[in-house]
């Protein structure tokens, strides 16, 4: 069964950057053909992706956040990574990872989501 | 970028009855590219539908998806005491976007 989570820390100061590990079980990131990508969540609101990253190293960023997001893999251990530098309140938010199907566009496996909180 | 907007923002009902959620396009959409998702509070979302039909691995039947272009639905045949939850649209076009939610209570 496959399953997704997230980790890092639930708190970070106006300004500097975010940084989430999505670690991959019961399967592999590099065997299977399938995006993983991050999606976020402010609380009580609607979801929004963040972007997407194939096992080979290729990339997609939601225009909105591509000046600010990096989000790279680790197939030795299995894990993708999330990175946003200047996070400012209004980055506060649920943060999910999740696998993302590479022909219907789809996501189909989630982790269940850390909350990020930036704050002084 | 395809703004996705559900409709009603809440629907109120009881258990046992019919529930119909609305997702309009504001550009046409293919009906490959959309899909539902059920997220609880504390839980992260859940598929139920992709292809705009195709029911997601162990999915009851009374969950169905139907529409194309830029109208989409999402219907629950006979509402679940563990329906009651909050229901989002998704497509993919050049970008990826979500809906933003219709949540349905118990009347």
């Known amino acids: 069964q496959l399953q997704l989570q997230e980790s890092g820390p639930g708190l970070v100061k106006p300004s500097e950057t975010l940084f989430l590990t999505c670690t991959v079980s019961?399967?592999?990131?590099?065997?299977?053909?399938?995006?993983w990508g991050w999606i976020r969540q402010p609380p009580g609101k609607g979801l929004e992706e963040i972007g997407y990253i194939y096992y080979s190293g290729s990339t997609y960023y939601n225009p909105s956040l591509a000046s600010r997001v990096t989000i790279s893999v680790d197939t030795s251990k299995n894990q993708f990574s999330l990175k946003m530098s200047s996070v400012t309140a209004a980055d506060t938010a649920f943060y999910y990872c999740?696998?993302?199907?590479?022909?219907?566009?789809?996501?189909?496996?989630w982790g269940q989501g850390t909350l990020v909180t930036v704050s002084s | 970028e395809v703004v996705l907007t559900q409709s009603p923002g809440t629907l109120s009902l009881s258990p046992g009855e019919r529930a119909t959620l609305s997702c309009r396009a504001s550009?046409?959409?293919?009906?490959?590219?959309l899909a539902w998702y059920q997220q609880k509070p504390g839980q992260a979302p859940r598929l139920l539908i992709y292809g705009a039909s195709s029911r997601a691995t162990g999915i009851p039947d009374r969950f169905s998806g139907s529409g194309s272009g830029t109208d989409f639905t999402l219907t629950i045949s006979r509402l679940e005491p563990e329906d009651f939850a909050v229901y989002s649209c998704q497509q993919y076009g050049s970008s990826l976007t979500f809906g933003g939610g219709t949540k349905v209570e118990i009347k």
């Open positions: 019961g399967g592999s990131l590099s065997s299977s053909n399938y995006y």
């Open positions: 550009q046409s959409v293919s009906s490959n590219y």
């Open positions: 999740a696998r993302l199907h590479p022909v219907m566009y789809y996501f189909d496996h």
